[in-house]
């Protein structure tokens, strides 16, 4: 993010005397210069509860992304496709940006099943697989980040069906207990994770790691923490928007400590790892974890095979600085720049 530059006043006074000829001093502090970064969530929105907080963190950072769309998927938990497109629809609706901030249903089968069928006019995903395609081709210079925080199938489906996009995307996915086997989305769907592997597209992985101290499960909140920073936080809505465990809310503030009330936490400290959320996290500010490229693996039967003789390289996140993210999220929530709509 740029930070403008902050001038004492009397050098201000000087400058502005210096350049009295101007039709104002304005022109004294630059103009931001960073460009944003284009991002495409693909989601199982209502999964569990860090995915909202994933979509919220990135509709409300408008000053460094712009949110090309979102894509949904269907996982075994959280319901049919209907109901992961409703719950990223709420999290839209509870930032003020539905419907200028389009959601999208994407595949409920996985890769394989899927694939042989692509050619057919309404295949299962076909809504998703369309839309990621075509934001690709944006006339836009600047690649598109297609961020996965679910299963991978759309983007597997998308790749499969127009390699040609490979050159124009970045994908960063949120997933795997690597080098360990497991991990919800990667079980997902993980026929679709070794197409990824394989592709000829930049392809990072922001790795889960359950009960270790260095991947995204480390990103933990508690309840306590969530009701004591996220009550009336977001911006108001007008329309409010029921809860999927009811209830009524204008705020995602609100709707958070909703959702924290209603999941079970884990831990010695009870808490919920906000995975998805510290995926974004670190497309916003790299520095929140450490990036190490390796040569892509390949997954048999569940379990993880080297190929050190690969040319093949992707790039793992891990080492995710927990504090640091929490704190920017909680920022965010406080002086939050809406998306744009365009």
């Known amino acids: 993010m740029h ?19 101007t039709a104002s001093c304005a022109a ?3 103009e931001p210069t960073e460009e944003k970064v284009r991002v495409l969530l693909d989601t199982d929105a209502n999964n569990e509860l860090d995915d909202q907080h994933a979509i ?49 249903k ?30 690709t081709y944006e006339d836009d ?25 490979a050159s124009r995307v970045r994908v960063v996915w949120l997933g795997s207990n690597y080098p360990q086997p497991g991990e919800y989305n990667q079980v997902s769907d993980e026929g679709a994770l070794n197409y990824l592997l394989d592709a000829d597209v930049p392809f990072e992985i922001a790795v889960v790691r359950y009960g270790e101290p260095s991947g995204t499960d480390a990103v933990r909140v508690t309840l306590e923490e969530i009701r004591e920073e996220m009550g009336g936080k977001g911006p ?13 809310f204008t705020k995602f503030g609100d709707y958070s400590i909703n959702l924290f ?5 884990h831990g010695t400290t009870p808490s919920r790892a906000l995975y998805d959320m510290a995926a974004v996290a670190i497309v916003k500010d790299p520095s929140w974890a450490r990036s190490v490229e390796i040569p892509a693996p390949r997954l048999v039967d569940g379990e993880w095979q080297e190929r050190p003789e690969n040319p093949r390289r992707i790039t793992l996140w891990e080492n995710f600085d927990r504090d640091a993210i929490l ?9 939050y720049v809406l998306a744009d709509t365009r």
């Open 236 to 248: 108001r809505v007008t329309e409010a928007v029921e809860g999927r465990h009811g209830g009524s």
């Open 28 to 30: 004294v502090r630059p």
């Open 106 to 135: 994407g595949a409920s089968g996985s890769f394989e099943e899927i694939r042989r069928h692509l050619n057919q006019p309404d295949f299962d995903g076909t809504e998703a697989v369309r839309f990621i395609i075509e934001q």
């Open 261 to 265: 009330e209603h999941i079970d936490l």
């Open 3 to 21: 930070h403008p530059v902050h001038l004492r006043p009397a050098l201000v006074a000087m400058i502005c005397a210096a350049a009295w000829l």
């Open 56 to 104: 919220a963190y990135l509709l409300l950072n408008g000053d460094v992304f712009d949110v090309e769309g979102i894509t949904v998927n269907r996982t075994r938990g959280g319901g049919d496709i209907d109901a992961q497109a409703l719950e990223a629809e709420r999290i839209v609706r509870l930032a003020g940006l539905y419907p200028e901030i389009p959601i999208y």
């Open 327 to 335: 704190q920017d999220f909680f920022a965010t929530m406080n002086n």
């Open 141 to 165: 210079t600047r690649p598109l980040v297609l961020l996965p925080v679910g299963k991978l199938t759309n983007v597997a489906l998308a790749l499969e069906k127009d390699p040609s996009i």
